[in-house]
């Protein structure tokens, strides 16, 4: 019997008691619904599977997936605000703050000295980090999030089994969050008298290591960087807890708030290199298939 599997952007599957044929090829992707030969199940079976795939070849997957990795360009950013630096002390990475970077004014703030000429760039970065982690939460779907670590993986959903989906929509979700919270810290300076530069910042570190640690235990199993992506979340969600904790008073609470954040842009990054290569491999698998069916 064939039976149709979903393909991204619908949810158009058949349930039923056969479940898909242990050595289906679903690597393959096509512009259309697909389908999987099946065969009858042991006479034992009584759970309805639903078996599908997404349409992982998509150039809105890709735009996704370069989306987070846009992220990357926070590094630059700030390497370029600290060089422009001109407070009566050198900037540190170890004991200032990276707020401080993003300071309109100049003096002394929260009882540091602070003036960052360059501190539209560094709050463009924050809004520009912020907005790539909320377009690549948009534009990745759950399915593809499910998949994405290895060619040719599948979800099965039956009665009473979680699916990877929910994982993936939380993992989405978080990311969105944190996404949310650095666009705030962007539009709103630590000078700037409001209460909103520190709940961004909070919904950043908290929201974004979360999201790491629940991609990266989807992933873990399926490609060695779910265990560097869930390592960048326990590594961030530590210094928050150390953070909160003390409440930053500790010697280089520079390098605490590193330890917060600098995890969070490399983790996203990495998932996004992971879409990426997932995205390639299954646009090119399509492009042979298509020049296989080819007329000489």
Do not use: K
């Not at 000429?117 to 534009?139: E, K, Y």
């Not at 842009?265 to 042979?288: D, N, P």
């Amino acid at each position: 019997m064939l039976y149709p599997l979903s393909y991204e952007g619908g949810a158009s599957a058949l349930t039923g008691r056969w479940p898909a044929r242990s050595g289906t090829d679903l690597s393959i992707q096509g512009e259309r619904p697909y389908y999987a030969l099946g065969m009858t199940a042991p006479g034992s079976a009584t759970s309805e599977d639903i078996l599908y795939i997404p349409d992982v070849a998509s150039t809105r997957f890709y735009i996704g997936a370069l989306a987070l990795l846009s992220v990357l360009q926070y590094f630059v950013a700030e390497a370029a605000v600290i060089g422009a630096w001109t407070g009566q002390q050198p900037y540190s990475r170890r004991t200032d703050y990276i707020s401080d970077l993003g300071a309109v004014g100049c003096g002394v703030f929260d009882g540091r000295d602070v003036c960052s000429p360059a501190h539209l760039l560094m709050n463009a970065s924050f809004v520009v980090q912020g907005v790539g982690m909320m377009v690549g939460a948009v534009l990745l779907s759950s399915a593809l999030i499910g998949v994405a670590a290895r060619a040719g993986a599948r979800i099965l959903l039956s009665p009473g089994r979680r699916s990877q989906s929910r994982t993936a929509l939380a993992a989405r979700l978080l990311s969105s969050t944190a996404g949310a919270g650095t666009v705030i810290v962007g539009l709103v300076p630590e000078d700037a008298g409001s209460g909103w530069h520190g709940v961004g910042a909070v919904m950043y570190f908290v929201a974004g290591a979360l999201a790491l640690l629940v991609l990266g235990w989807l992933w873990v199993r399926q490609t060695a960087l779910g265990w560097f992506i869930l390592a960048c979340g326990g590594v961030s969600l530590g210094a928050v807890i150390t953070g909160g904790m003390t409440r930053m008073a500790v010697p280089e609470p520079g390098t605490l708030e590193r330890l917060m954040g600098y995890p969070i842009t490399i983790g996203m990054a990495a998932a996004g290199l992971v879409v990426a290569q997932r995205v390639r491999s299954a646009v090119a698998a399509r492009q042979r298939v298509r020049s296989g069916a080819a007329p000489a």
